[in-house]
């Protein structure tokens, strides 16, 4: 969302780090990569390392309604890699999402895949998951 608080049809998802007694590292950075539209509803898991993933829904970078996308960050907040597309399905909104780490530091992703075209009768309100082994693992 816009850290302004500014009302657009164009919105990206912002992030800052914190220290642990809540003492801002840096200033806030964009976390989208792609730009067009509106990006939001972010959802964030940390690592034990450190490390963190925040995903979100995209506004037509799809091709179609909503997708959910998804990146990587080192403990520093670099960014590793490339944003994930998470959804093989593009048809309708992909949303409500949900991210957390798993014991093997994998990245465990849920999101709900809406679609109310007549074409896609078979796949109205289905959940998905991913599990993701990110760049710095071995």
Same mark, same amino acid.
């Given at each position: 969302t816009n850290p302004d608080?500014?009302?657009?049809?164009? %919105?990206? #998802?912002? $992030?800052?780090r914190f220290s642990s007694l809540g003492?801002?590292?840096?200033?806030?950075?964009? #976390?989208n990569i792609v730009a067009l539209d509106k990006q939001g509803f972010?959802? #964030?898991? =940390?690592?034990?390392?450190g490390s963190f993933l925040i995903a979100?829904?995209?506004d037509w970078q799809d091709g179609d309604r909503s997708g959910v996308y %998804?990146?990587?960050f080192t403990v520093d907040g670099?960014? #590793?890699?490339?944003? =994930?597309a998470l959804s093989e399905v593009t048809n309708g909104w992909q949303e409500e999402l949900s991210? $957390?780490?798993?014991?093997?530091?994998? %990245?465990?992703?849920?999101w709900m895949s809406f679609d109310d075209t007549n074409d896609d009768a078979g796949r109205?309100?289905?959940i998905y998951a991913r599990r993701i082994k990110l760049l710095d693992q071995e």
């Open positions: 608080g500014a009302q657009s049809r164009d %919105a990206d #998802v912002f $992030a800052r003492v801002p590292l840096e200033n806030e950075w964009r #976390v972010p959802a #964030v898991a =940390i690592n034990d390392n979100w829904e995209s %998804a990146q990587y670099e960014r #590793v890699g490339e944003e =994930i991210v $957390a780490f798993n014991n093997a530091g994998q %990245a465990l992703i849920t109205f309100n289905d």
